[in-house]
């Protein structure tokens, strides 16, 4: 089914790491990257991911690398986690000046986490100031934040706009009560909406809602009632992810006791098609297997320079980086985080050098997801037999082949990853 792409990597944004991070080499303490990493620096879309550590509360799906106040005792604040935030932009801007050419100011830049919005309008303005003053901003640069609805006012956004934010993604999940409550989530079943005209009235043009289905209770009519309140707050970008029950989560505890029925794939495929058609007939076009957009200025840019093989410094505890073939990713606990960086090294935990074949089946595995769709010159022989089998199997397009594209058809968008799993072979 349609949802997160299979690396290992966030929702929202693929920076930060869910689960445990891969296995790799050491990376080197002072962080320096090999020669050929930035032999290409500035060549593609270079984006800051910033990820924010901090929760209210632990929601009972959730795996990422977040921790509450409790968890992370007096010394785990937000200045401590600023000060490394900092030290780690600064040597991040003297890794790639390596390279001997001037560093690429960042044309994205997406604050995650965690709840971004629990640092308030100015704490936030603080982290844009920090990626200001290492990386730079290109002038039109694309600057997002996630936020809590609960965690927002009318002066919040207000404050963002003033920063420098351009994009405000919320996580909404669902309309219905019951399905919140399933998810633990704590903002009602209103304040998703209400903070999303709050921020248009801000004067944020482009806002995004997220949205999860396949939650256990959640009928049809839970899930077209969210995609009903998520266009009457009239926001340009809607993302939708089914819900994955992860591993040592307590919503996993749950089902594995019986507690909690998870829907079949028959039903998730049912949700998926609505969300597709809703938001079609609403001017919502899919760009990606999981988001949906008015058009090209409404699209998520800093994903899709994941999803199209970009450079990005993802800073923060636990947050995933790659540059030129290079990907690394940092310790996780707050605490180690800045105590590492505090020293004068690199916070980063390991990495691995991405060959040539590597490169070529992550670029299928994302690229694929996209509604532009991938190369057929990408694929290897095999992969290209596979795809013309795919087209006469109904999950690529004919048409489209014929150019040298491998696109999906709506029905491949359901079976994406199977797709993927035919042209890698």
Known sequence: MPGQPESGLGSGTLG?????????????????LPASALATLGQRPFGVYVHVPFCATRCGYCDFNTYTADELGPSGGFRS??????????????????????????????????????????????????????????????????????????????GLRRAGYTRVSLGMQSSAEHVLRVLERRHTPGRAVAAAKEARA?????????????????????????????????????????????????????????????????????????IDSVLGEAGLGWYEVSNWATDGAARCLHNIGYWQGGDWWGAGPGAHSHVGGVRWWNVKHPARYSAVLEAGESPAAAREVLDTEDQRIERIMLELRLA????????????????????????LRGEALERGRCILTDRGRLLADGVVQRLLG
């Open 16 to 32: 930060t790491v869910t689960a445990q991070p891969p296995t790799g080499e050491p990376a080197p303490p002072d962080g320096s």
């Open 81 to 158: 986690w600023l000060d490394g935030l900092r030290a780690e932009l600064d040597l991040g801007a003297r890794v790639l000046a390596e390279a001997g050419r001037p560093v690429p100011p960042a044309n994205t830049v997406f604050v995650g986490g965690g709840t971004p919005s629990l640092l308030g309008d100015a704490g936030l303005g603080e982290v844009l100031d920090a990626v200001r003053s290492s990386f730079g901003l290109r002038g039109d640069a694309e600057v997002t934040t996630e936020s809590n609805p609960e965690s927002t006012s009318p002066e919040f956004f207000e």
């Open 202 to 274: 801000a004067g944020f043009d482009h806002v995004s809602l997220d949205l999860i289905y396949g939650t256990p209770g959640e009928r049809t009519e839970d899930l077209r009632g969210s995609l009903d309140a998520a266009l009457d707050a009239e926001v340009d970008h809607v993302s939708a992810y089914s819900l994955i029950v992860e591993d040592g989560t307590a919503m996993a505890r749950k089902v594995r006791r019986g507690e909690l029925p998870m829907p079949d794939e028959d039903v998730l495929a049912d949700r998926y098609e609505l």
């Open 372 to 395: 532009t769709g991938l190369p057929a010159e990408v694929l290897d022989d095999a992969g290209r037999l596979a795809a013309k089998q795919a087209v006469q199997d109904g999950l």
